[in-house]
């Protein structure tokens, strides 16, 4: 059974300018090389050419250039989108699919998120899909069910051949930047969970290679014992990422995580 290597994504969100962004490119560029864990940053869109720059620059590559979202349709007038043959001229290899703030406040449909993600995949882009439960849905115990229906619509059309490059991220709505995060065995079980959807899916196999990440207020002081969870497979981590030492924290923690699978 394939081993599941640590996964951190830090998304930058809708935050840094150019020279901040350089900097912090740079700072985690060198010190995250060469650890036993993949490593992405999700810069603004106006930023991913300056910043794709700083990686390529590196004289061993190790950090992935991701981006935080893209358009399912290949050209046309669509404006202020962006599609995925524009973010491949930049050397992007990996996009965001279904993030809450996507999802709750822009108001992204299941659908589309779907069709991201097979436009994504059938271009040879990485995809990492959000999932996650509001508090108002956690509090009526439909965290799972929630989890299972986005699973269920977002991987609606995919090919098992291409789960090899999808990254699940479980992100309670409720922890993600308010300072609350879910218990290790409460992140845990919600991983579980989805596991065995993607189990009842795919099969188990594929269940099994699949890596799952948590995200919602992860801290280079709680990132050990959350990846220390069975299912827990690295992390999506959205604050923390734009302070270097905190993020090359979290990365060195997913580092020193066993290796699942």
């Not at 992935?64 to 962006?82: C, I, K």
């Not at 271009?123 to 929630?146: F, K, M, N, P």
């Not at 619509?153 to 995060?181: F, H, K, N």
């Amino acid at each position: 059974m394939a081993a599941r290597k640590p996964f951190v994504g830090g998304n930058w969100k809708m935050n840094l300018h150019t020279a901040e962004a350089h900097a912090l490119a740079r700072s985690v560029a060198t010190s995250c090389d060469g650890r036993e864990v993949d490593v992405a940053i999700f810069p603004a869109f106006p930023y991913l050419a300056e910043v794709g720059t700083v990686l390529q620059g590196q004289p061993q590559p190790g950090v992935m250039l991701g981006a935080q979202d893209v358009y399912h349709q290949s050209n046309g007038a669509f404006t202020g989108e962006v599609s995925v043959t524009m973010l491949q001229d930049l050397n992007v290899t990996v996009v965001l699919a279904g993030h809450s703030e996507r999802r709750h406040v822009l108001g992204e449909s299941d659908l589309l998120v779907n069709a991201k993600v097979r436009a994504a995949l059938k271009a040879g882009l990485e995809v990492i899909l959000c999932i996650g439960e509001t508090l108002e849905q956690r509090e009526a115990g439909q965290t799972d069910a929630v989890n299972a229906a986005q699973l269920c619509y977002g991987l609606a059309g995919v090919d098992p051949a291409q789960m090899s490059r999808v990254t699940i991220a479980y992100e309670p709505v409720w922890a993600i930047g308010t300072g609350r995060t879910a218990t290790p065995q409460d992140a845990q079980d919600a991983h579980k969970a989805a596991r065995g959807m993607l189990g009842h899916l795919f099969g188990a196999t594929i269940a099994e290679a699949t890596r799952i990440q948590y995200g919602g207020s992860v801290k280079a002081a709680n990132a050990a014992e959350l990846f220390a969870q069975p299912d827990i497979d690295g992390g999506l981590i959205g604050g923390a990422s734009l302070k270097a030492e905190e993020f090359i924290g979290i990365v060195e923690a997913a580092s020193n995580a066993t290796v699942k699978g």
